[in-house]
């Protein structure tokens, strides 16, 4: 025993412990964020539990089984339930019930001792609305215009009422939205002339008739709007809740209904990636809360594709003036100590930064002279998505240089020597021969670049990101892309959705699927630049020997 | 050839077009850093500048009778006297906006008339509220005010005179006698006069509205006499919320309590200590409230200003001298001059020398002889930036730039005793919900937080981080050292806020419930590693060669979660036979300690998994670079494998392991998405490991948003994250100083 310790080989056992540990945790948290996040999608089974408490009292609880935990009985002695003594845990069971009119908290504990007896009857719908969350009960009946009819006709009624929502929403965002923007610049433009003093009789006369018809013409898509409204409201259901009362649910409404416990496992699994699919390109609902995280997707992909268009060129320029150009001088150094600290200042400088300087002096600068009419709301003085991208771009360029500069490092002299001794000038020599080499090293860079911004969010706090943005940085409207606008960020939209909502139980699902997909992205663009960086390393090795 | 050579020019200009580009796209890094280092540095700099007092303008007015108070409108572009026929006279100080010359004399502008009798006094009763005398012993409450207009196209100030408490004038003494003291104070409901009569009576006389004062100056009048025990009273003030009456009394200063209408109670009595020196008498010289009304400052006549304020003690609530400032080694304060809405003041003494000081910060923030001696009337702006003197019918216009008095380095970083608070404290609180609220800005408790998470992050992160680069490096076998490194390092890709989420909404309650398995873990995850260490060991042969020794890091990992799953089901055992079934209410009620379910503990192992990557990355790197040579050199003169490591292989690659775990140290100083949400973020100073705390990084995310461009607490953010880039700055070029050491120290070998 004393000889062993002395080898040294427990020492060694414990620093293998330190791999496991490392490893468990890596591996534990991509996959508790996969299981909890993919089943969310999953449609789960609602139960029906008959319940009876110790005062010889029996309700009924139905709902989906949300979380189970057990906890030690001597926390629950002064509810004076007559439980098992030699048990020392009590099970308990957290059932998201639904049915928000009907009761103020959606989810509930029931302890497992209570319950009487559980089942799944096939006939529990899952109704999911776009406002007071899941409903769950029994249909009662469908009443279509006024008159009760069968079931059976509820997924046509469905389909119906669904493609006039899509009618609605395209009159609004689009037709109506245009509508609206375009006064916006019409009154925009008033101002400006008068700003300038050259708002002459007859531009205010154009302005005037311009606003008029575009006034008509928002009279007529109201009246539309509010038609197509009436007809979603045409259609009803009744459905009975746990309690046995009956609710009356407009089509308007719902978003699905669905038969959970009636459903096979191959249903299961298209509903699973059609959720996914809704998951994706749907927009939040109820304080975001609810629904999908398009515009969160989309924002961040705009913004990190903006930064990718600023980051690179400055990225690569400085990795190959370090690589290329620069001596072995005193200057060559003091770079080399700014790159390090560049990657190494905290993210939150940037966005303090990036606030200040970007968003108030040059942003405030850029309102005076170029959009006077419109202060004092602010068009580029205010955080915004093109004042985001550039501090992210700040805050990866290490990232490209560091990358770009290890792939030129790694290129042998001898094509250098070569282009050289065959009379190209050296920017010809790295037009031609040094940059297409380096490019999978680039890539690389810009890659871990992007892996970076799309998951970084405390810059993004002060310089751009909101919680809901009304309008995409990208539509229909001229110019198309609004690069003053604010935008949603999946990164931020895990830190609001799951901190500051108002009920942050129920978002927890959303967050997690939502952090699922940015670890998705964010493993998948890392593992993609370490693969083609392993491919570029052999590749260079080849061309050595 | 022509052709050829032509081309060649074209070639070379493009070559060094193309490399000066280059070049300047190079330096443009540098460049980067040095604008955001110098613009930080830009937007904190006000904060410490000291204050500025520059003259604008300054002119002599045509006046017959004398001038008894002056004032100024808001933006200092009117001026009024009042004098004693009862007249107030306007004077615009910016005509044409043109600046006022000495010799120019400034026509009056707008006359009004307030009384026809002669005023004899004007008393300022703060809030610009301002009560005259007549010699008929009348006493009226007059407020000017002005109003912008911009009826006739371009921009006018208007003056008029509203009378809060009606036109006629107040009966203030039932017996009609005249002052010789008074003072005055009102809210929406009440107005209190307190006045010290020529036949030596102390009276207050309170006028109660019949509605509401602020559009109906109807009211009922009271009148009640304050028993004195003396009979000389040298000053009167009331305190703006109707409180309190400071008397000045000789050399004592009694303290009367008002919240009773019906009983005025003596409360304390202020005694300073003015016995110093025996040479010079020493006499209370000058007594003011400080804005707000709960202080009060006395200035004495050996050049010294004290404040004083109510602070709670063991023996009930006392008055206590709080700080002095020194404003004059060899001059009596004369008059003491506050702000109204920030706690600074203004001082004279005998020889017309002025100060200028900030209370909670102690700064002593100007000093300097405006004029030749005390004006016959001083005036500060409302907005605190700039004053009006008068003396002698000359006016004196300067302008002031003190925007950031509350700052101070001191007050930052050292204890400061606010109103209020039983003794100096460290304390952050920038907003609060009433007005009147002063901000705390010390940057102690919330650089203390920083450093508490960074060190429970760093305790838990160092040594799984070291261990396992040790093992990974010198152990473990290439190919699965190929899939182990990358493994580890792809935990640096996660986003901190997805760390951040689980450990607030994952951990924290799984930690809360479960205390006694994370207590139980620290303990048995070593001695199971040891256990299975043993039991490996005494395998018999054969087995051991199909398990070899390099793959402990994977037999370890199913002991490990088994290890872990039997802590977690045993935790509600331990908690109901060791901690009477609840161990939250065991921690707060029998240790006594107070418990966040966002504590330093979760902090610690999120924050811990975020640096251990980086730590583990440049570690491992540290000791694979090890040359070979060394290792072989000492395995052949005898040494143990692990004698080697300790010896050799740790020895050499110390420095790069010294900057790897300085690499993680800034990185968990500056990680900002997994304090912020894994805490309460409370401002606390406590190292204790369940309680959260507040960082720097966390600090900015919170406020900056809300935080007023410009304002002192603008800066103090910027100037926090000036602290976070140094903080950064020194552990990164330390950790690649010494990186590059031992680069060369590795090639040398």
Redesign the interface.
Known sequence: MNKWFKSGSPWIWLSAGGVSLSLISVLGLLWLIASRGLSYFWPAQVHQFELMDNQGNASTVIGEIYDRESIPSQQLVHLNLDLDPSEETVERLLIKTGNRELVSLDFRWILVPEITQQSTPEKLVVVERRTNGNFYGFIEAVIQDGKSVSIDTLPSLLTRVLELQDKIETLQKVEIGAINYQLERLRLRERKHKLQETLTLDRAQDIANEVAILQAKYQVLEKRLLALRDETARDQIKLRAMDDQIVTVSFADILKVTNNNQMNSFEKLMMFFSQIAVFVSDDPREANTEGGVFPAIFGTVLMVLLMTVIVSPMGVIAAIYLHEYAGNNALTKLLRIAVINLAGVPSIVYGVFGLGFFVYMVGGSLDQIFYPETLPSPTFGTPGVMWSAITLAILTLPVVIVSTEEGLSRIPAAMRHGSLALGATKVETLWRIILPIASPAIMTGIILAIARAAGEVAPLMLVGVVKMAPNLPLDGNFPFLHLDRKFMHLGFHIYDVGFQSPNVEAARPLVYATALLLVTIIISLNMTAVSIRNKLREKYRMLEH | MSIALKSVGI??V??SL??W???L??????F??V??FM??LY?IKPVFESATISPVASFAIENEQQVLATGLDELQELAYTINTSGNINYYALKPDHQILTDDKKVALTFQESISDSKITNVIDAGENYKLLLDENNHVFLISPKFQTSYDTGAREVIPHISYPLGEESIAVDEQGAEFTHLSFAMNDEKAVFIGFTQDQRLIKTTLIAEDDFSYDPSYEIEYQTIDLSTNQVDEVLVTPDLAMAFIQNGDQVLVFDLSDDSDVELKATIIPQLAQSREKPMHITAMALLSGGSSVLLGDSNGKVSQWFEVATDNGRQFKQIRTFNVSDTEAVRQIHTEQFRKSFYTFTDSGEMGTFYTTSEADLWRGNLTNNIPDSFVISPRSDGLLMFTNNQFQLFSVKNEHPEVTWQALWQEVWYEGYPEAEYIWQSTSGSDDFEGKFSLVPISFGTMKAAMYAMLFAV??????????AY??TPGLRKK?K???E??E??????L???A???LAPIIE?NLPAIALLFIM??IS??I???A??NLPKELKAQIP?TW???I??PV??LVAYLAFALS??M??YLF???IRQYITNDLGIDFDQRNALVVGIAMG?AV?PTI?SMAEDAIFSVPKHLTSGSLALGA????T??KVVLLTASPGIFSAIM?GL??A?????IV??ATGNTPILDWSIFQGMRTL?AN??VE??ESE?GSSHYRI??LA?FV??IF??V???LA?FVRQRLREKYSSL
């Open positions: 070639r070379q493009k070559n193309a490399k580009l280059i070049t796209g190079g330096i443009s890094v540098l980067t850093l604008l955001i613009y930080l937007v040594p799984i981080a070291l261990t396992a680069a040790i093992y990974t152990f473990m182990v990358p493994t580890i792809l935990m890709a996660l986003p901190t806020v997805i951040g989420f689980l607030g909404l994952w419930t995850l070593p590693v040891f299975t260490a043993f490996w060991h020794e402990a890091p994977i370890l990992i490990l979660i509600p055992v908690e109901t009477g079934g609840d998994f251990i583990f143990t494998q692990w004698q490591l300790i690499m800034g990185r100083v500056g990680e900002t998405m912020l949400m990084a900015i995310a900056m948003p461009v953010l910027f994250a976070l880039f950064t700055f552990f990164n070029t690649e």
